[in-house]
């Protein structure tokens, strides 16, 4: 692990695989951390140099003050990039990290060699959804993140899935139970006012769009309007609920894969 000194935190990230690859960029999703990429890293690591990163306010990256922005986080991954003198690089994010991938898709497209967003949408939830969320996460702290942890094995995992693989979803699910309530809030304000249904149109790089079939936080829909409104979008469906890279593992992957080294 290593830490990159933003002008207002600290932003932990890790490097694996060889030092002269193409760069692939890993963006995690509310309440995981880079972690969250394990199942991935034999893979892509033959073939990139990735670069995993903890979201502000997660993991071991700093919890500055709230709220966030998907701007302020999309900037935060540039200034990543810049410390590292990282000129272009792919990026793939899910669901929180996939609505980061929209906004650099937008803002940055320069720096992108292609982007993969996942289990995401242009507007995720509505504040209704939203705001009594961070009201008692803000209220109850460590004790509403263990309940959170608790209810979001069946929004992240499908039924059967959890059921034969207790300890995979255990790993994933403490990480929400760790992070930090302020974190966790701050960033939840940041996916409640994200809206680029109006944007989506500016992206320009070769973009995947991936979403599960049994997605009830993000449905496929999402993912769906994403495809249509970008360019030569292309899509991919798994029969997987939230955490898609984690549920079908090997499949995703190698679609992922295929994407990126595709010519």
């Known amino acids: ?17 060889p030092e ?10 509310l309440g995981t951390d880079l972690h969250m990429w394990d199942t991935q890293m034999p893979l892509w690591t033959q073939h990139f140099r990735v ?23 999309g900037h935060d991954v ?20 996939g609505l980061i991938g929209q906004w650099l898709g937008i803002h940055a497209g320069e720096r992108l060699l292609r982007l993969v967003v996942c289990n995401t949408a242009a507007k995720i939830g509505s504040p209704d959804t939203w705001n009594p969320r ?23 995992f499908t039924p059967a899935w959890s059921a034969a693989h207790a300890e995979q979803v255990s790993r994933i699910t403490e990480m929400l139970a760790s992070t930090s309530p302020q974190g966790y809030a701050a960033n939840c304000a940041a996916v409640r006012d994200a809206d680029f249904r109006d944007q989506l149109g500016a992206i320009a790089v070769p973009l995947l769009v991936i979403s599960g079939e049994a997605d009830a936080v993000t449905p496929p829909s999402g ?6 409104h970008v360019a030569g979008a292309q899509y991919a469906g798994f029969q997987a609920a939230h955490l898609s890279n984690v549920e079908v593992g090997e499949p995703f992957s190698r679609r992922v894969l295929d994407f990126l080294l595709a010519r």
């Not at 002269?20 to 999703?29: D, F, G, Q, T, Y």
């Not at 003050?65 to 302020?72: C, R, W």
């Not at 993912?223 to 249509?228: D, T």
């Open 223 to 228: 993912g769906q309007f994403i495809q249509a």
């Open 78 to 97: 540039l200034a990543l990039l810049d410390g590292l003198n990282i000129q272009r690089a792919h990026f793939c994010g899910l669901s929180m990290g």
């Open 51 to 73: 670069l995993r990163y903890d979201t502000r306010g997660h993991g071991d990256s700093q919890v500055t003050e709230g709220p966030y922005s998907i701007e302020q986080l």
């Open 134 to 156: 961070i009201e008692t996460v803000l209220r109850d702290g460590a004790a509403a993140m263990r309940g959170l942890r608790d209810a979001s094995i069946e929004r992240w």
């Open 1 to 17: 692990m290593a830490h990159l000194q933003l002008p207002d935190g600290v932003l932990n990230y890790r490097l694996d695989g």
């Open 20 to 29: 002269h690859a193409p760069v692939l960029v890993l963006s995690n999703s």
